[in-house]
């Protein structure tokens, strides 16, 4: 079963711009993990970030995560068009034995 | 290192066919996963290899085989294809079977008239 929800489903902003994803999920999990997707290409992991972790920096990215409300946000900062992809957020839990559990994606569409 | 690498691409069959999708990993990962995407649908566990000689089913399983060749190659195999199998294929390796990070091939579409 899929516990991430990604919010919104598809985001579109010109180049410069920053983007802002979240993702809502259910249970308690050991980590969450932003994974990137272009378009008829495997997923590419971008980040990581552990359940005793707020925060997390990568390069223009940013993420957060609030156990209390069961959410995380990626934040890509100065857009390119480059960035045009789907971005999957990942749940990793010792209820579902350490699978990942997938949401659908937030579709970003990066305009020069 | 290429990383994770998978073949076919690209495969059509027929309802009642069968196929093997291969995949195989370079860097000496423990663990390897199979997924399948459907749009709309985000990535589904099929099955896993938490290590060498060891499998297990994941979240939709049926109608799938899957066998760990060697710590490098894990294949998943459709004995009777049917059409709801039509979708992209992802194979994943990962360090450990836990919460590490998964490491994915470019996927294989397969379409099931």
């Given at each position: 079963?899929?516990?991430?929800?990604?919010?919104?489903?598809?985001?579109?902003?010109?180049?410069?711009?920053?983007?802002?994803?979240?993702c809502?999920?259910?249970?308690?999990?050991?980590n969450?993990?932003?994974?990137?997707?272009?378009s008829?290409?495997?997923?590419?992991?971008?980040?990581?970030?552990?359940?005793?972790?707020?925060?997390?920096?990568?390069?223009?990215?940013?993420?957060?995560?609030?156990?209390?409300?069961?959410?995380?946000?990626?934040?890509?900062?100065?857009?390119?068009?480059?960035?045009?992809?789907?971005?999957f957020?990942?749940?990793?839990?010792?209820?579902?034995?350490?699978?990942?559990?997938?949401?659908?994606?937030?579709?970003?569409l990066?305009?020069? | 290192?290429?990383?994770?690498?998978?073949?076919?691409k690209?495969?059509?069959?027929?309802?009642?066919?069968?196929?093997?999708?291969?995949?195989?990993?370079?860097?000496?990962?423990?663990?390897?996963y199979?997924?399948?995407?459907?749009?709309?649908?985000?990535?589904?566990?099929?099955?896993?290899?938490?290590?060498?000689?060891?499998?297990?089913?994941?979240?939709?399983?049926n109608?799938y085989?899957?066998?760990?060749?060697?710590?490098?190659?894990?294949?998943?195999?459709?004995?009777?294809?049917?059409?709801?199998?039509?979708?992209?294929?992802?194979?994943?390796?990962?360090?450990?079977?836990?919460?590490?990070?998964?490491?994915?091939?470019?996927?294989?579409?397969?379409?099931?008239?």
């Amino acid at each position: 079963s899929q516990q991430g929800e990604e919010d919104p489903q598809a985001l579109s902003i010109q180049e410069g711009e920053n983007a802002t994803m979240n993702c809502s999920y259910k249970t308690s999990i050991n980590n969450l993990q932003w994974y990137r997707q272009n378009s008829g290409r495997g997923l590419v992991h971008l980040i990581l970030i552990r359940s005793n972790e707020r925060e997390k920096h990568s390069g223009r990215l940013r993420v957060t995560l609030d156990t209390s409300k069961k959410s995380s946000s990626l934040l890509i900062t100065a857009s390119r068009a480059a960035d045009t992809a789907s971005y999957f957020c990942a749940t990793a839990s010792s209820n579902s034995g350490y699978a990942l559990n997938f949401g659908k994606g937030t579709s970003l569409l990066v305009t020069p | 290192n290429a990383g994770v690498t998978q073949t076919p691409k690209f495969q059509v069959l027929k309802t009642g066919q069968s196929m093997t999708l291969q995949c195989a990993q370079d860097m000496n990962h423990n663990s390897m996963y199979w997924y399948r995407q459907d749009p709309g649908m985000g990535l589904r566990l099929i099955y896993y290899s938490a290590s060498e000689g060891t499998t297990d089913k994941g979240e939709v399983p049926n109608g799938y085989n899957v066998s760990r060749l060697n710590k490098r190659e894990f294949s998943l195999r459709l004995e009777s294809a049917a059409p709801s199998q039509t979708s992209v294929y992802f194979c994943a390796s990962s360090e450990s079977w836990s919460t590490d990070t998964q490491y994915f091939g470019p996927g294989t579409r397969l379409t099931v008239l």
